[in-house]
Nanobody, 127 residues
Framework: QVQLVESGGGLVQAGDSLRLSCAAS????????MGWFRQAPGKEREFVAA????????YYTDSVKGRFTASRDNAKNTVSLQMNSLKPEDTAVYYC????????????????????WGHGTQVAVSS
């Protein structure tokens, strides 16, 4: 089992920044790539970003490229999502999730492949 707890959400204005964090406990953190997903009201959960087990490779959905940056600290069992230039359309509940690292290259965008999920943190961006 891996337990994931997100933090750092909040209400901000368009153009502001937020940094989300996800703390992991349980099984060996480096066995997992980590993903960030979000779900807005009335919409399906969508992929936002993912980072490899070592932190050297990250992928982003097109709408956040150049604004969001994923990082991880394996010594502290944490993964972060730095979100800059936030837009109202970024409003959603954000989830971190753990993916077996061997699946990273082929399944990083598929939420059904992730093994563990946090409970989410709300991000609201006003215009």
């Amino acid at each position: 089992q891996v337990q994931l707890v997100e933090s750092g959400g909040g209400l901000v204005q368009a153009g502001d920044s937020l940094r989300l964090s996800c703390a992991a406990s349980g099984r060996t953190f480096i066995n997992y790539a980590m993903g960030w997903f979000r779900q807005a009201p009335g919409k399906e959960r969508e992929f936002v970003a993912a980072i490899s087990w070592g932190g050297g490779t990250a992928y982003y959905t097109d709408s956040v490229k150049g604004r969001f940056t994923a990082s991880r600290d394996n010594a502290k069992n944490t993964v972060s999502l730095q979100m800059n230039s936030l837009k109202p359309e970024d409003t959603a509940v954000y989830y971190c999730a753990a993916l077996s690292r061997v699946l990273f290259s082929v399944s990083l965008r598929d939420p059904n492949k992730y093994d563990y999920w946090g409970h989410g943190t709300q991000v609201a961006v006003s215009s």
